[in-house]
Every structure is written in C-alpha cells, then in structure tokens.
C-alpha cells in the first residue's frame, strides 16, 4: 500500500510569488490535513479537507488556502510568499475509523 | 482543547544507555497519545500510539511509553540507546471532535547519542 505522497520535495520562490503544494494520501483515506513546520513554531496546523470540504482550521492568515478533491487528493496554496513562510510543509492522511496521522515526506518551501 | 508539553528541547545520551524523553500532556477528554521521530527534512513516522487500551505501549525500534492518567504524562523510553536513534521525537495528544482526530503536537525534543 503506497504511502502519502507530497510533490514537489523542494521549492524555492520568491517573496510575493505564490505556490501550490500536492498531496495524494494513502488510498482509501478522505481525510487530509496540512501542517507548517518551522524551528521557531514546531508543527503547527493549516487545515484539514474531508470529502472536498474543509472540515477544520487553524490560526493563519487567508493567504495560506486550501482544497481538496473528489479522489482526496489535496493541494494547499500559499499566495504573496513572505520570508516567513520558508518551512517544511507536512501532510498527512487519516482513515476516518483510525485515530492514526500518517504523514508524507514533506515539502521544503524556501522563500528568498 | 489539548496541549502537549515536552520537557527538554534536546536529551543527550551515551550509546547503550537508557533513552528517557518525557511528555506530558492536558485533553479535557480521555486521550488517544502518539509518539513520533523525524529524521532530517522527513516526515513523521510513527513509534507508538494509546488508545485507551493497555497503559504500557510497545512500538517499533525496542521503543515503549507508559500511560499514567494520575499523572497526565505518557513518556517515552527505550532501554539502550543506538546511534541510528539519533533524531526529533514528537509526542501528540489527539481527541474526537466533530468526526476529527487532529493531532497537537508538542515542541519536539532532539535526542542526541553519543559513541
């Protein structure tokens, strides 16, 4: 069984640009959440989609959004990068019968 | 509303001895708890969950935790540190609510071994 799968593994942008991440999440599985990840903050959580709906979300600005679709696949969207927004980006999948968060390996945004 | 407090950013152990990260955590309703490493520019993989079953938790890696609800903590130990378990370790606290198991995490701790 495949795992959670986030592309691209590396980005570097430029502040004010905007970004996509992408997530596939283990088959099966319709929930997707996003974490930021950072030295300064630890995890802290984005959002979180079930069935193409944004189910719960945390404390960040409307720049950061998100969406999910009918295959559960997610993308998160980061628009006017700032240097502040340079982190590893975490997704992870849950069954809606399990408690279990099984992530991906993450994408390093750098924002220059 | 949950939190997880994980005591010491960094624990510094020397090969072959015990391995004692500690968490402590506050759920105003009965629990499910997590513990999970990170290597470097990683993502999280899991070592050990409670869900309300037996207390003493075994995972992978020779890695176990306790659950003491008296003392509201679920720390992490493994008896004799390897070189290869050398990285970030997270405890979570999750809860029902609203049909989601969010996990909170706490700040992490560094476990750092040396030969």
């Known amino acids: 069984k495949a795992g959670v799968t986030q592309t691209p593994r590396y980005l570097i942008k430029t502040r004010g640009q905007q970004v996509t991440l992408s997530c596939s999440p283990i088959s099966g599985h319709r929930s997707v959440s996003w974490y930021q990840q950072t030295p300064g903050q630890g995890l802290q959580f984005l959002f979180e989609y079930f069935s193409e709906t944004q189910r719960n979300k945390g404390n960040f600005p409307g720049r950061f959004s998100g969406r999910q679709f009918s295959n559960s696949r997610s993308e998160m969207n980061v628009s006017t990068l700032e240097l502040g927004d340079s982190a590893l980006y975490l997704c992870?999948?849950?069954?809606?019968?399990?408690?279990?968060?099984?992530f991906g390996q993450g994408t390093r945004l750098t924002v220059v | 509303a949950q939190s997880v407090t994980q005591l010491g950013s960094h624990v510094s152990v020397s090969e072959g001895a015990l391995v004692l990260l500690r968490c402590n955590y506050s759920s105003s309703v009965p629990p499910y708890l997590f513990w999970y490493v990170q290597y470097p520019n990683q993502g999280l993989q899991l070592l050990l969950k409670?869900?309300?079953?037996?207390?003493l938790v075994k995972g992978i890696n020779g890695f176990e935790a306790e659950f003491k609800k008296s003392e509201t903590s679920f720390h992490l130990t493994k008896p004799s540190a390897h070189m290869s378990d050398a990285a970030e370790y997270f405890c979570a606290v999750t809860a029902a609510s609203g049909g989601s198991y969010i996990p909170t995490f706490g700040r992490g701790t560094s476990l750092i071994v040396h030969p």
């Open positions: 992870a999948s849950h069954d809606a019968a399990n408690t279990e968060a099984f």
């Open positions: 409670y869900t309300s079953a037996a207390t």
